[in-house]
């Protein structure tokens, strides 16, 4: 099965993206999630199917919450995933 994406970044949080079906749009997405997003602005599109590799999500996971939801939220990275070598400060 294949799917047409949109892709959208998010004006507030840098690295979050919002993926829609291209047809509906952002029509699904709850208007809640919206007023954090912020002013989502139009990165891409993509023709999603198994085969795809994306840089930050599995592309079934993304398929499927996107026909579930109507949507797939990425959040930025964590900077412990940035850099494996990054150790959280543990206070004592």
């Known amino acids: 099965m294949k799917r047409i994406c949109a ?7 840098e690295g979050m993206y919002l993926y829609v079906d291209h047809k ?3 029509s699904r997405v709850p208007d809640d999630l919206l ?5 989502p602005a ?3 599109t993509l023709v ?3 085969e795809r590799k994306l840089a930050r999500a599995d592309v079934a996971k ?3 919450e ?5 949507f797939y939220l990425q ?16 206070d004592e």
């Open 66 to 70: 996107i026909a579930d939801k109507g």
């Open 42 to 44: 139009r990165s891409m």
């Open 75 to 90: 959040l930025p990275p964590q900077p412990e995933r940035l850099n494996p070598r990054v150790v959280p400060e543990i």
């Open 24 to 26: 509906e749009d952002l």
């Open 35 to 39: 007023a954090r997003f912020g002013q």
């Open 7 to 13: 892709v959208y970044r998010s004006s507030r949080t």
């Open 48 to 50: 999603l199917h198994a």
């Open 62 to 64: 993304v398929m499927a």
